[in-house]
Each structure stands twice: as C-alpha cells, then as structure tokens.
C-alpha cells in the first residue's frame, strides 16, 4: 500500500527514513526521537551519552505539559508524524496517557513500531489527509510532521490552504476543550528555502519539503484554536544537530558498512548544513501549545 498525501510524497518520505532503522539508530539516542530536543539546563559539559536523551525526555515532557497532560489523567493522545515512538514509548506505561495513536507514512517506520508493540500504543501506516478515528482524542500533538505537509512548489495561499486543513482536521478529532501541541522548524530571518543550503536539503535529503513560516500558522490556527503558548529556539535545534553530528562522526565505520561511505558523506553534510542554518538565524523552532474553540470563528479575508 502507498500512503497517499499531498505534502511530501511518500516515495520522499521513504528515500529519507527508509534508509533503514539500523543507520538512524547508530546516532541517535536510545528515545529514538528525531526532532530538536530541549536542552535548558543541561551543561554544555554534560557527558553526551546521558545529555541526549535526557534533552529529547524532556522535549516530551514538554509537550505533555504543552496538552495539559497531568498525572493520573489517562489521557487519549494522537501523535502526527509519530517517527520511530519516542513520544508512544515516553506515553506508554505512563498514567497521564491510557491509550496513543500514531500516524507515519513511512513504512520502515511503522513495521518497526509495530513489532515494538508498545502497551495501549496503536501505530498507523496512514497520512493525517486520510485519519478518520471513530473517538475523539484528548490530546493532538506533531513534533517534525508539520514541515513535510505543504511542498517546495505550493504558492503562499496553497500552503494556507494546506495548513488551514490540518487545523480544521485537528479541530474534529479533538474533544470541546481538547489541547494540541506543535513543534515545527520555520523560516525566519530567511525568506524561503533558497541559496545553497536550501538547495541541498531540498535537492538530497528532503526532496520537495517546504518550512513554513509563523505568520502562516497563526493565520491558519486562528479560526480553530486559541494559542496558549509559544517559544522559539533556533538553540536547540543546533545544539541536537550538533550532538548527532558527533554520534555520527564516532559511528562512522558502521554507518558506511549500512549506507555505505556516500550516504555516510550526505547525512554528515546535511547535519552540518542544518546547524548552520540554525546558528545562522535563517531557521528557527517553534513550539506552540493550543486549546480548541468550541466552534470555529468566521474571520473576514
Ligand atoms: C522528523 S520525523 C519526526 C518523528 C517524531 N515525531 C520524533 O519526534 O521523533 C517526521 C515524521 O512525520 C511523518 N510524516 C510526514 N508526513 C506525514 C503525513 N502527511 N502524515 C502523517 N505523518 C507524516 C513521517 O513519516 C515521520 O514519521
């Protein structure tokens, strides 16, 4: 079966993470979580075989806390772009959450997930165009999806549009007074994807994706959600980017027996390229909490 989607395709999604489970482990953590982690307070010192996961423990703890998540409330969560399960695994067993359910369109991902077979965790090969549950959730979250839903050729209004459904969607699987939480690289001080980084993270590691920028979440966000929090840091990113640079690095001679020594090169550069980005200022990382409107605001073009 192919996942049908209108962001980045799923055959782009497979030339990314197909790559094979066993590479992607080699760096990163043991949470297998592969967005930016949240590092406040973790001395630059700190060993980094502990630093990590303690960072990306409490990036997920964040998002808990961004969806009102408190102990004892069982709550039923829908993770978007759920990746190899770091937030199923950090739910599962954990009495804030009773039962999760995530989406990924890759299909390495989600034979993986299903073999983990994580208690109360339900892992869906499906795209969140096709989601159609038959409860409502308590809780929506998308750490690292939101980036591959609008594509490099969509105009301003396409991607509105495209992001316009996600949050209408969002809207209807979530109970009255349901709490959602996204985390999304956007551009900032770059207009768009352009210039050579751009280039070549468009061109080889993420073919046809497109970052959005904030003034097109808030605008497509507003007629379903109230925003409750929001903070930016291009920091973290570069500072997880720079920590799987390094496990890469030590990892080399296993990696180019798995992806052999050009890929080896390309994800080196490409990791390099996005720290750069980061510390450069053209991208940043938002992470945003919302709560639901009762009923959807009619705002005037
Ligand atoms: C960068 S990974 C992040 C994974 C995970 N959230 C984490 O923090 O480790 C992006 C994920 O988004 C998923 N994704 C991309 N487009 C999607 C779509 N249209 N619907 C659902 N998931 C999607 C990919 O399959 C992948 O699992």
Redesign the pocket.
């Known amino acids: 079966m192919t ?1 049908t ?1 209108a ?2 395709t799923a055959a782009d ?1 497979e030339f990314h ?1 197909d790559l094979g489970n066993d590479f992607y482990a080699l760096w990163l953590d043991e949470t ?4 930016a982690a949240k590092w406040d307070g973790i001395p630059r010192d700190a060993p980094d075989a502990t630093a990590l996961p303690r960072a990306q423990r409490a990036k997920l703890d964040h998002h808990l806390d961004l969806v009102g998540a408190r102990p004892g409330d069982g709550l039923r969560l829908l ?6 399960g ?2 199923l695994a950090h739910a599962s067993g954990d009495d804030r959450v009773r039962e999760a359910v995530g ?4 299909r390495a ?1 989600y034979e993986f997930l299903a073999a983990r077979a994580l208690p109360g965790v339900e892992p869906r090969l ?4 096709a989601h159609d549950p038959d409860r409502p959730y308590d809780a929506v979250m ?4 939101f ?3 609008a594509t490099a050729g969509m105009s301003r209004a396409d991607r509105l549009d495209c992001y316009a459904r996600y949050f209408a969607a969002c809207h209807r699987w979530l109970r009255p007074s349901g709490r959602m939480s996204l ?1 999304t690289i956007a551009y900032d001080g770059a207009a768009d994807g352009s210039g050579p980084i751009g280039d070549f993270v468009g061109n080889d590691v993420f073919p046809t994706a497109r970052l959005p920028r904030l003034s097109e979440i808030a605008a497509a966000c507003d007629p379903y959600f109230s925003v409750v929090a929001l903070t930016a840091s291009a920091e973290d990113y570069a500072r997880t980017l720079a920590s799987w640079s390094a496990r890469l690095l030590r990892a080399r001679e296993q990696a180019e027996q798995l992806v052999g020594p050009e890929g080896y090169r390309r994800y080196r550069r490409y990791l390099r390229a996005s720290e750069v980005t980061f510390l450069r200022g053209a991208a940043t990382l938002y992470r945003i909490g919302f709560r639901r409107r009762d009923e959807p605001l009619r705002l005037s073009a």
């Open positions: 996942v989607t962001g980045t999604i993470y297998l979580a592969y967005t993770d978007v772009g759920c990746g190899w770091a937030m989406l990924t369109v890759s991902q499906e795209s969140w165009e998308a750490m690292g999806s980036e591959h839903f985390q």
